[in-house]
């Protein structure tokens, strides 16, 4: 493995007609690190992405790979790419796939142990367009690690899979970084953030937001949130009270996001009859909302 920085973006912009899908990006991957991309559709992680692997070409800024260009990196076979969706020979064998792939790289993976590592040795003879669409995921996958690259490239790589599978799929993963490789994915499931990266990267109008470890980002949204059975709530009175951000209801149980979780207990306990109360702290997706939210904040005051 190179222990140089995975990638490089300096100063990278780019601009469809009149939206601004990417606005000024700097990051840098170190080698070995797991980083997870976040955002809202429209955040511009896509376009980021397609930046890296040389499918787009930045309008300004600078995108290295490895030292070198994105194409030069994925030539050399440093580079897997697992995209959420993307051609594939819906007529061929799963068998058939993979040894094609094979062939356009120097020194591939045993097709074998590619397909044990994505968990689909049992689909080696099935045909493509026979898989469910989280097979086809793990396919995709087999076909990311061929080429034993350095840096795996995951974009929404648990999209049509249920609950055992994208447990599955990680666990593949957890060995591809086991062995020291890079990993960049983007993902719309918080949780496989939180538990699977040790980076993350908040992008919002094309902007990186925030970047931390989970932790770190969690840290960063101060608060607390109060979950309480309360009959007969009233609603605008606790949300009238001082620290409280926000209400809401699922029947008698009343959700409380708030800045001084301890003046919000006194109350509940002293003016309600609120019961069964659990007082937790912010999660990654509380953090992501709420930075989100700030940083809509300051968007439209800058506007102003």
């Given at each position: 493995m190179t222990t140089t920085s995975a990638v490089s973006l300096t100063g990278v912009t780019k601009k469809y007609g009149a939206v601004?899908?990417?606005?000024?990006?700097?990051?840098?991957?170190?080698?070995?690190?797991?980083?997870?991309?976040?955002?809202?559709?429209?955040?511009?992680?896509?376009t980021t992405i397609e930046m890296l692997l040389g499918l787009v070409r930045p309008d300004q800024g600078n995108v290295q790979v490895y030292g070198g260009t994105p194409t030069d990196a994925i030539t050399k076979g440093q580079v897997g790419v697992m995209l959420q969706s993307g051609g594939i020979?819906?007529?061929?064998?799963?068998?058939?796939?993979?040894?094609?792939?094979?062939?356009?790289?120097?020194?591939?993976?045993?097709?074998?142990?590619?397909?044990?590592?994505?968990?689909?040795?049992?689909?080696?003879d099935r045909k493509m367009k026979g898989l469910s669409g989280g097979q086809k995921q793990r396919v995709r996958f087999a076909m990311a690690i061929l080429p034993q690259p350095d840096l795996i490239v995951l974009d929404e790589p648990t999209t049509g899979m249920d609950v055992e599978s994208r447990r599955d799929f990680w666990a593949s993963m957890h060995a591809e970084t086991a062995r020291g490789r890079t990993v960049l994915f983007a993902t719309h499931y918080l949780e496989e953030a939180d538990s699977y990266a040790d980076r993350v990267v908040l992008m919002r109008n094309g902007k990186v937001v925030a970047d931390g470890t989970s932790a770190q980002i969690k840290a960063s949204v101060s608060g607390r949130t109060i979950r309480a059975t309360v009959p007969g709530a009233d609603l605008a009175a606790l949300a009238s009270l001082p620290g409280v951000r926000n209400v809401e209801t699922r029947g008698d149980v009343v959700l409380l996001q708030c800045a001084d979780s301890d003046d919000t207990l006194r109350y509940l306990l002293n003016n309600t009859p609120a019961h069964d109360i659990e007082v937790t702290s912010a999660d990654l997706e509380d953090a992501v909302l709420a930075i989100s939210a700030g940083s809509a904040i300051k968007e439209r005051e800058t506007l102003a």
């Open positions: 601004q899908a990417v606005a000024g990006v700097d990051l840098t991957i170190r080698a070995g690190e797991v980083v997870a991309l976040l955002g809202p559709n429209g955040a511009g992680k896509s020979i819906e007529d061929a064998k799963v068998g058939e796939l993979l040894n094609l792939v094979a062939g356009l790289h120097t020194n591939p993976m045993p097709v074998q142990e590619a397909l044990e590592s994505a968990g689909i040795a049992d689909l080696t």
